[in-house]
């Protein structure tokens, strides 16, 4: 959570990251942070490649984290140096230091995209994203019902042109080709695509067009088979049902 209005219009209250990050640029989060809409806007100083990054907001104004360090790319110190003045001025001078447990057995630890990890460096990772501007974007936050209704409306057409095998063969291959596409667009370009709605409506559609045309196909020989044992003019039986029927009926009183 980045930030978030208080109650009854007191101000808004900054995340601890958000916090860290814009003093540690020297500058006050109350300028360079705002709520728009459903988007939060990080602006950044002049001297630190002045720039605007808008990003969307879930409904309890949080964005997705970029855990791009594990626990092992931070420098630690434990806690006992520091009391014993083993650390000195130098290695920590102009850096940030967060001071908190790392420890399992204090039970400071929470899920995340990477497996479980302590929440000193969640917040790490949340300091490094503000500072290195590596947000995560979602692909049409607000417009992923436009995305849907094109790929139910091109796979509608692209399945009912094909057979119940080649269906199932372009399904499957529609459905690596969404992994694929949703994979690279998150590791290079820090975008998330919909990927599990998109394959939702793609399986769907497959499933809606087979089962209609399933039932279309059994209606349709039905009919044929009303146009076979009827004659088309006077809607009466033919002889060659006629002959089929008295064999039937002469079967079943034997």
């Not at 705002?34 to 002049?46: L, M, Q, R, T």
């Not at 009391?83 to 899920?111: F, N, T, Y």
Request: charged letters at 15%.
């Amino acid at each position: 959570r980045v930030l978030m209005p208080l109650a009854n219009n007191q101000g808004i209250a900054y995340s601890f990251a958000s916090q860290v990050a814009y003093n540690y640029l020297g500058v006050n989060p109350n300028k360079h942070l705002k709520i728009e809409g459903s988007s939060v806007i990080f602006s950044y100083p002049e001297d630190y490649g002045m720039s605007l990054h808008k990003i969307s907001l879930d409904r309890r104004y949080h964005i997705t984290t970029a855990f791009r360090y594990q626990p092992d790319k931070f420098r630690y110190i434990p806690f006992w140096k520091v009391i014993a003045g083993q650390v000195r001025k130098d290695e920590i001078k102009g850096k940030i230091v967060l001071v908190g447990p790392v420890s399992q057995i204090l039970h400071d630890r929470h899920s995340t995209s990477i497996g479980h990890m302590g929440g000193i460096f969640i917040n790490a990772n949340q300091v490094l994203m503000i500072l290195d501007k590596d947000f995560i974007k979602k692909a049409w936050p607000n417009h992923i019902w436009a995305l849907l209704m094109i790929l139910s409306v091109i796979f509608t057409i692209i399945f009912f042109e094909m057979s119940y095998l080649k269906g199932a063969v372009t399904f499957i291959g529609a459905e690596i080709l969404l992994m694929y596409l949703s994979a690279q667009l998150f590791v290079y370009s820090q975008v998330l695509f919909p990927l599990f709605p998109s394959a939702l409506i793609i399986l769907a559609t497959f499933s809606v067009v087979m089962f209609y045309k399933s039932f279309g196909a059994y209606f349709q020989n039905m009919a044929l088979q009303k146009q076979v044992v009827r004659d088309g003019l006077t809607g009466l039986y033919g002889h060659s049902y006629f002959m089929h029927r008295l064999e039937v009926e002469f079967d079943i009183f034997r």
